[in-house]
C-alpha cells in the first residue's frame, strides 16, 4: 500500500503540472512544471523524501525501458529521416558537447560556492 499512496503522490504533482501548463500560456512541458513543483514541495518540507523515495527510485529503475517504444518508431522511420540524418547528428552532438561543459562549469561554481560559504 506504501507504494500506491507513494504513486499516488508522485501522480498528484504531475497532474498540478498539467494544470499549471493549461492555465498558463508558457511555452513549458506539463513535465518541467511538475518537476518544479515537486522541487518545491520537497525542499520546503510538504512533501518528505520519504514519501516518494522507493517509487522514484522504482521509476528511475525502470526508465531506460521507456525508452524501447521511441527507439522502435525511429527505426520504423529511419527512411523518413535520411535526409536530415547528418543535420541532425552534428546538432546532436554539438548540443551533448554544450550541455556537459555547461553542467560542468555550473557544479564547479556551485561547488566553490558550497566551499566558500563553510
Given amino acids: 500500500m506504501k507504494y500506491v499512496r507513494q504513486f499516488l ?15 498558463l500560456p508558457l511555452p513549458i512541458p506539463a513535465s518541467i512544471y511538475g518537476m518544479v513543483l515537486m522541487f518545491a514541495a520537497l525542499k520546503s518540507g510538504i512533501i518528505k523524501l520519504a514519501s516518494v523515495k522507493e517509487t522514484a527510485h522504482f521509476l528511475i529503475d525502470i526508465m531506460p ?9 525511429l527505426m520504423d522511420s529511419v ?7 547528418i543535420p541532425v547528428f552534428v546538432i546532436t552532438v554539438v548540443t551533448n558537447i554544450t550541455v556537459m561543459g555547461v553542467t560542468g562549469r555550473v557544479a564547479q561554481a556551485m561547488r566553490k560556492g558550497a566551499d566558500a560559504h563553510e
Avoid at 503522490?9 to 492555465?23: A, C, H, R, T
Wanted: no cysteine; glycine share 12%; net charge positive.
Fill in 9 to 23: 503522490i508522485i501522480l498528484f504533482i504531475s497532474l498540478m503540472g498539467e494544470i499549471l501548463k493549461y492555465f
Fill in 65 to 73: 525501458i521507456m525508452f524501447i517504444p521511441a527507439g522502435v518508431g
Fill in 79 to 85: 527512411g523518413t529521416l535520411k535526409s536530415i540524418l
